[in-house]
């Protein structure tokens, strides 16, 4: 939440100071994310208790983004400027009956920080369509606590946290629709393409993320990006 908080108290801070040059964006989407390490972590969790019927429940599935954009004009068709984009999505493994519970969650979440350049291509009317490009880093928390109780017996409780940060390029199309002078309503398809990253310890960088079998976890969000919003 700092994070979020810092990102967009720095583009409203830009936006003051350079007034109308600078287009301010807040778009809402949807995001396809290639998780395949993540997912293949989550089952082998599942064989540290074979004997019991747990289930993984929730498989870190696709998710809405939000982002927040600062475009500064070059010219009536080219803008260059800031974006910041949060991904989450998580998993959880879980059993509970009469006699005790077993949960582990595990909540995955990208902070997206770069630059970006658009340029429109055609104009009709009151619709633009615009190419962009985006490129930057994203700083990605991994947190999974787990819970085991046995009912009027005993609980125990543990979380562990690691972190992450890779190189993305983004290319997309879109366009943006001006029903008034000073707002437009954006539309955007893109595809994001990451650098695999692996995970370590939080505080500790030489402490990585393994599966059972000793192998590096990496992640990758690469994937679709769709989104809508207002600037």
């Not at 949807?30 to 747990?54: A, E, H, M, T, V």
């Not at 997206?112 to 291509?121: D, P, T, V």
């Amino acid at each position: 939440m700092k994070k979020q908080f810092s990102i967009l108290v720095i583009l409203l801070i830009c936006k003051v100071a350079f007034g109308q040059d600078l287009k301010l964006g807040f778009n809402a989407g949807y995001g396809i994310y290639q998780l395949n390490d993540i997912k293949d972590y989550q089952q082998s969790q599942l064989n540290n208790y074979y004997s019991l019927p747990i289930k993984a429940v929730i498989d870190f599935p696709n998710a809405v983004t939000y982002t927040v954009s600062l475009d500064y004009s070059l010219n009536t068709k080219s803008c260059v400027g800031l974006s910041g984009m949060i991904l989450t999505t998580g998993g959880r493994n879980h059993l509970a009956d009469y006699s005790g519970e077993y949960k582990l969650d595990m909540i995955l979440t990208g902070y997206k920080i770069g630059l970006q350049y658009s340029n429109i291509m055609v104009t009709r009317e009151k619709v633009n369509f615009y190419s962009c490009v985006k490129s930057g880093i994203i700083f990605s928390e991994f947190d999974m606590k787990y819970t085991f109780k046995v009912y009027q017996v005993d609980s125990s409780f543990n979380n562990n946290n690691y972190q992450s940060k890779t190189f993305f390029i983004e290319p997309s199309i879109g366009f943006f629709v001006t029903p008034f002078n000073k707002m437009a309503i954006d539309v955007n398809l893109g595809y994001e393409f990451d650098y695999r990253s692996k995970f370590h310890y939080a505080g500790n960088n030489d402490v990585d993320l393994k599966d059972n079998n000793g192998d590096n976890v990496y992640l990758n969000w690469s994937g679709l990006r769709f989104s809508i919003g207002l600037s």
